[in-house]
């Protein structure tokens, strides 16, 4: 637990989200503050690295605590402390990730900022060295942080106070929501330049191994968990939150290929780059168009004027407009489980304008 944050300093922010933020900061805030002094016996190099993994984790959306603490809540949870604990050990799960997920990808940015990886880089390329070496010493780095945000995952969910069956089958979920994302990357490592593209049942299932059950999923139900909801309840709002991971994964590749990169703060020409295992590729290869989509797709030294010709020739294949069929597909999905008779009206009130703003975004 932790006692630098006060249940009556949370109650005072303007309305629940803002009230919901603060907390997860706090907690947050707190936890970093104690790994850096903990470091400092070892050095300023590992307070550093603590630095740079707390600034890591802020700057997204940390949509994973507010869901958790949004389900808890709307299930008629008040222990807010304990549960901001179990959204921070989710919400560090997502830094380990994408730390990770950046390092086997070779990609230097993230959020349209370096990342980690590549502030190490820049420091070592300063000292003069190669710079494959200091990209190799970068992503070296960036395994260590990564494991270190893994481990404490864990370590939060002990620090929130929780016992007995209900801390168990808190980190049964996280232990799920793990194992889930390593098969879904293990997937989308195989199907990024493969030979034989993966259907798009193949590569829905990858984004909801990878992405779905972290985000959505697991925090979902741990927080109908710590407030005690019935089973029925839990497992349907894990449902929910497989079809809208799985919308927003759609729209993740929809903004990867056709968004604006002003708007998103990322390149809309890696995933092309790379050959990454869309839904979008995947319907494009069933395509009249494939054979001249196909020579350019997964070449990293393509122009940009071939890129977008490229982006040109998916939309004429109609997988751009199968992909946002698809989208909403799931959305309406995931607003007819909302809709099931044992999820209470709180539930709907909460995640029916969530919907709407997840999988509608512009980044």
Do not use: C
Not at 98 to 127: C, E, K, S
């Amino acid at each position: 637990m932790l006692g630098s944050v006060s249940q009556s300093s949370v109650g005072g922010a303007p309305d629940r989200k803002a009230r919901r933020e603060e907390l997860i900061n706090q907690v947050l805030t707190d936890f970093f503050s104690r790994t850096k002094e903990r470091a400092r016996p070892y050095g300023h190099q590992y307070v550093t690295l603590w630095q740079n993994i707390e600034a890591n984790t802020t700057g997204g959306k940390r949509f994973r605590p507010q869901v958790l603490l949004a389900a808890y809540e709307a299930l008629g949870g008040s222990d807010l402390i304990s549960a901001a604990n179990v959204g921070a050990a989710f919400e560090l799960l997502h830094t380990a990730l994408i730390v990770h997920d950046d390092v086997i990808d070779r990609d230097f940015v993230r959020r349209g900022q370096p990342n980690l990886a590549a502030m190490y880089r820049d420091r070592w390329q300063a000292t003069g060295i190669s710079k494959s070496d200091a990209e190799h010493r970068g992503m070296s780095v960036a395994v260590i942080a990564g494991d270190l945000a893994l481990s404490f995952a864990y370590r939060l969910i002990d620090q929130s106070g929780v016992t007995g069956p209900t801390r168990d089958r808190l980190l049964e979920l996280m232990d799920e929501s793990l194992f889930a994302s390593a098969a879904g990357e293990l997937l989308d490592i195989d199907y990024t330049g493969s030979i034989k593209l993966p259907s798009v049942e193949n590569v829905l299932s990858m984004a909801r191994l990878k992405t779905a059950v972290y985000s959505f999923e697991g925090p979902l139900m741990a927080g109908a968990v710590l407030a005690g909801a019935d089973e029925n309840v839990i497992s349907t709002l894990g449902e929910f939150g497989k079809e809208v991971g799985t919308a927003y994964q759609i729209r993740d590749d929809l903004l990867g290929v056709f968004g604006n990169t002003s708007e998103t703060g990322k390149s809309n020409s890696n995933d092309l780059r790379e050959g990454k295992g869309t839904v979008i590729v995947a319907h494009a290869a069933q395509s009249q168009l494939w054979e001249h989509i196909a020579p350019f797709l997964g070449r990293p030294d393509i122009t940009e004027a071939q890129v977008t010709d490229l982006r040109d020739m998916l939309e004429k294949s109609g997988a751009k407009e199968f992909a946002e069929s698809l989208l909403e597909k799931h959305t309406t999905r995931a607003r007819e489980l909302l809709s099931e008779p044992q999820i209470p009206e709180s539930i709907r009130d909460e995640f029916q304008p969530f919907i709407a703003t997840l999988t509608s975004r512009d980044r």
